[in-house]
Structure formats: structure tokens, C-alpha cells
T-cell receptor, first 110, second 120 residues
Framework: GQNIDQPTEMTATEGAIVQINCTYQ??????LFWYQQHAGEAPTFLSY????GLEEKGRFSSFLSRSKGYSYLLLKELQMKDSASYLC???????????FGTGTRLKVLA | GAVVSQHPSWVICKSGTSVKIECRSL??????MFWYRQFPKQSLMLMAT?????????EQGVEKDKFLINHASLTLSTLTVTSAHPEDSSFYIC????????????????FGPGTRLTVT
């Protein structure tokens, strides 16, 4: 079967660094996406990894290890507005469907 | 670029009626559109994949006769919730997908703003 796991909730302090993990088992792999979603809104794109390694984009970085079926999203210098759900999604080859992880609700405290 | 719109943004309907939700890619042609459902505090669940001019492919457990999908053009897909019941109340999100030019193998989905359906 296909399975993508993330922690359900995380809490961190403003200005800190937080790492959100994602482990996956899917039939086929054509890249992994991270999205941010505020309540009642559509997901917004954060990052994309298809090769092993770290991709850095401002305060956000994402890492991928295909052999381990593992990715993480690293958020630095946390701000209150970063309080949101973070979704890991695997693009499966062939159909290009996304399989979404369970999502992680991040709460940033002052 | 890559803007996807949904209409309506929210709708309230009575139990037993049907509701149609439109998904449009405004500035690009989408080879495939996807429909998701999201319950409160849960992740997105893929309902179906639709390609222009062909029948939609439904995920396991999704009733194709209840959730009718029509993909009439490369920029428009519609989802009709037939004989809606309170348990169909949810946040419905569409996405339009297209291969990325110049990036080998990358296929990206662009998400609409979502439609909040409440069935009373």
C-alpha cells in the first residue's frame, strides 16, 4: 500500500528552528513536495525535491533521502505567521497523482 | 502565472439537492485536473483524477455516481455532488496539473482556493 506519515502536531517558539519529518512508502516516485496550508485556504507550494540532498529557499529548506523514504522541512527564524499545517506530498510516477501525508499542524508561540 | 479558480467559494444546500463546483485554470492549459476533499484537521484526500475528454478515474471508496466529474476542456472541470447529505459537508479543492517546461520529469499541480460545502 501507499503510506505517508508526518507528526500530527508540533509546537515551537518564535525565532526558533523546527524540523518537520515525513516518511513515505509509495509505488513509484516522481518527486516530493512540501505545502503550507492555513485553515480554510488552499495549499501553497513551498519546496520540491526529486534528488537526494538539501534544497534551500530563504527561511525554508527541504531534505530528501530516496533510499530511506524520508524527507524533512526545516523552518528557521520562526514567525507567528508560520503557524499553519504543513503537508508532505509524493508525486507518483505514471499518473502524476499526489499522495498527501497526514499533515503537521505547527503552532508558533510568542 | 498558473492560477486556478474555483466557483463557488462556499455553498450551503439542502439535503437531497445537487451542487456543482467549477474548477478553471485561468492562464494555462491543464492536461489533468484533480479533485480533493478535506475534512477539518485532516489532510487532503484525492477523490478522482480527470483528463480532458475522457472519463474520470476515481479513488477507491469514492462513489462515481455520487460525485460526477466532467472535464469538458483543458481549462475547465466540474464536480457535481448529487443528492447531497450532511456527511458530504467538506472543503473541496481542485488542482490543475501540467508538466513543467525545462525541468525533466517534474509535474506540478496548482491548487484552487477551495469550496466549502455545507449540507443542511
Amino acid at each position: 500500500g501507499q503510506n505517508i506519515d508526518q507528526p500530527t502536531e508540533m509546537t515551537a517558539t518564535e525565532g526558533a528552528i523546527v524540523q518537520i519529518n515525513c516518511t513515505y512508502q509509495t509505488s513509484g516516485f516522481n518527486g516530493l513536495f512540501w505545502y503550507q496550508q492555513h485553515a480554510g485556504e488552499a495549499p501553497t507550494f513551498l519546496s520540491y525535491n526529486v534528488l537526494d540532498g538539501l534544497e534551500e529557499k530563504g527561511r525554508f529548506s527541504s531534505f530528501l533521502s530516496r533510499s530511506k523514504g524520508y524527507s524533512y522541512l526545516l523552518l528557521k527564524e520562526l514567525q507567528m505567521k508560520d503557524s499553519a499545517s504543513y503537508l508532505c506530498a509524493v508525486s507518483t510516477s505514471g499518473t502524476y497523482k499526489y499522495i498527501f501525508g497526514t499533515g503537521t499542524r505547527l503552532k508558533v508561540l510568542a | 502565472g498558473a492560477v486556478v479558480s474555483q466557483h463557488p467559494s462556499w455553498v450551503i444546500c439542502k439535503s437531497g439537492t445537487s451542487v456543482k463546483i467549477e474548477c478553471r485554470s485561468l492562464d494555462f492549459q491543464a492536461t489533468t485536473m484533480f479533485w480533493y476533499r478535506q475534512f477539518p484537521k485532516q489532510s487532503l484526500m484525492l477523490m478522482a483524477t480527470s483528463n480532458e475528454g475522457s472519463k474520470a478515474t476515481y479513488e477507491q471508496g469514492v462513489e462515481k455516481d455520487k460525485f460526477l466529474i466532467n472535464h469538458a476542456s483543458l481549462t475547465l472541470s466540474t464536480l457535481t455532488v448529487t443528492s447531497a447529505h450532511p456527511e458530504d459537508s467538506s472543503f473541496y479543492i481542485c488542482s490543475a496539473g501540467t508538466p513543467q517546461s525545462g525541468t525533466s520529469g517534474r509535474y506540478e499541480q496548482y491548487f484552487g482556493p477551495g469550496t466549502r460545502l455545507t449540507v443542511t
